[in-house]
């Protein structure tokens, strides 16, 4: 049976609504939010860089992705870490990896996920949004400049590619940052408010 408020409307529809204001409100920075945005950028590059054995490659698991499961609780941070994001892949020229083009798919992977991980409304949901659009768009990168002449065997190079990066980011986000929220969450009082938190403050796990 479909619940109606007095006026008629659909509770559920009503209730998705609000989500959606709550959601385009979050991008209403203020001075508090562009400082935060700041250090979460900082602290994907320190992050990026102190593990930069395994940050960069084909075969890769950047430690710093965990934190974009920030933005399930406010997507505003989809700003600091996709900016994070571009300034750390600027080391994969110097390292000789895949250049300019890593800078910009890899940071758009990083924004895309950002910005739709709110709206799954579920944490462990959301931290499997990064391994697919890295693994989708930096396996096209990959077969794009790195991968073999002979067109039969491109499938199965990037699908192979596509493996390897979503290994990466499950072990970095859907393993190691969900379990890192997840006892946060429970465990640091006004953890919510540390995080500013706009959104899914009741999240299901």
Known sequence: MTTR???????????????????????RLKTKDIAA???????YIALTY????????????????????LCFFNPNYAIGLTIGCALSNIYSIQAGFLG????????????????LMPLTRNLF?????PGLFNGFILSAEFT???????GSA??????????????????????????LFMAMAKKVGGFYNVINAKLNTEFKF
Not at 108 to 113: E, I, K, R, W
Not at 125 to 129: G, I, M
Request: with cysteine.
């Open 100 to 115: 300019p083009m890593d800078i910009l798919f890899g940071s758009l992977a990083t924004l895309l996920s950002c910005l």
């Open 144 to 150: 794009f400049i790195l991968g073999p002449t002979d």
């Open 37 to 43: 945005n700041a250090i979460i950028a900082a602290l």
């Open 50 to 69: 102190a593990f930069y054995f395994m940050s960069y490659g084909q075969f890769q698991c950047r430690i710093s992705e965990f934190l974009t499961l």
């Open 125 to 129: 949901a959301a931290s499997l949004l």
């Open 154 to 179: 491109l499938s199965v190079y990037y699908w192979v590619q596509f493996g390897w990066i979503l290994l990466g980011e499950l072990v970095a986000v859907s393993v190691l940052g969900y379990m």
């Open 5 to 27: 408020t007095n006026d008629g409307t659909n509770v559920e529809v009503r209730e998705k609504e609000g989500f959606f204001r709550a959601y385009l409100h979050c991008f």
